[in-house]
């Protein structure tokens, strides 16, 4: 028996059991094995239920239990780190046919799942108020600057109520105040010891996004202000500033002007 028809059989409820099983109490090998591999299933689905509450309590837990059990067959773990389990979880349900009602679904995954590489992600500290100080004093070279931004950062900009319906579900609103349809965006880090979901205008989210890409603030201001020409730029920097998500200042590249292609 090769480990790759066990493998197979153990992610394939149509298969049997592969040959050359045998159970030391003399009982059936290919019943042990059904069981097992319900458990190995089970144990991948408790995995998902546990990093995607919100977007299990969006739909049931019935609901999103067979939808996870189909992921867990199509997508076993590739990693020993199950922290990391179903980060191509969201572009599943985007893709499931029985969840097309549900446009915000896949973005509420994805959140929470921002939420999760947040929590795990490097502790780097920000950068310090001297240095910030030392970097605006000198305004001709500010829009060539670049600058690093914390590992735990994600930005998400969704054309549905992403944020609100999160919050909803963290007692912090009211749910049947939200319109699902409406465009939202967040920026996710880790503060500290605390993951923060923090609301912000599109604008803003393609302004941190510009900068994660490597452009320099000059150009992802730019970019910022096709979008909304009243785009915040002093209060974006401020509230990333008072977050600690920058964590080094730094001379642009050669091409950081430049939209990435």
């Not at 994805?110 to 030392?134: K, M, S, W």
């Not at 996004?209 to 920097?237: K, T, Y």
Request: charged fraction near 15%.
């Amino acid at each position: 028996m090769s480990q790759h028809a066990f493998a197979a059989a153990l992610l394939d409820p149509d298969l049997s059991a592969p040959a050359g099983l045998t159970a030391w109490n003399g009982s059936d090998p290919a019943q042990r094995f059904r069981v097992y591999r319900n458990n190995v299933i089970v144990s991948l689905i408790d995995a998902l239920a546990d990093s995607f509450e919100v977007t299990q309590e969006l739909v049931g837990e019935e609901f999103f239990r067979a939808m996870a059990r189909l992921y867990a067959y199509a997508h076993p773990p590739q990693s020993r780190l199950m922290a990391f389990y179903g980060a191509g979880f969201p572009d599943f349900i985007e893709s499931f046919p029985p969840a097309a009602s549900l446009p915000y679904l896949a973005d509420v995954a994805r959140l929470e799942y921002c939420r999760i590489v947040a929590y795990h992600a490097a502790d780097v500290p920000g950068v310090g108020t001297e240095e910030v100080a030392a970097a605006l004093a000198d305004e001709a070279k500010l829009p060539t600057l670049g600058v690093t931004l914390h590992p735990s950062l994600s930005v998400l900009a969704a054309n549905t109520a992403v944020v609100s319906l999160w919050a909803a579900h963290q007692g912090l609103q009211d749910l049947a105040g939200v319109a699902t349809d409406s465009d939202e965006a967040a920026v996710i880090l880790r503060n500290g010891l605390d993951v923060e979901v923090l609301p912000i205008p599109t604008a803003a989210a393609a302004f941190i996004s510009e900068l994660q890409s490597g452009a320099c603030l000059g150009r992802a201001a730019a970019e910022a202000a096709e979008i909304d020409p009243s785009f915040d730029l002093v209060g974006i920097l401020g509230l990333l500033l008072q977050k600690s998500a920058i964590t080094a200042l730094k001379p642009a590249l050669p091409n950081a002007s430049r939209s990435p292609t």
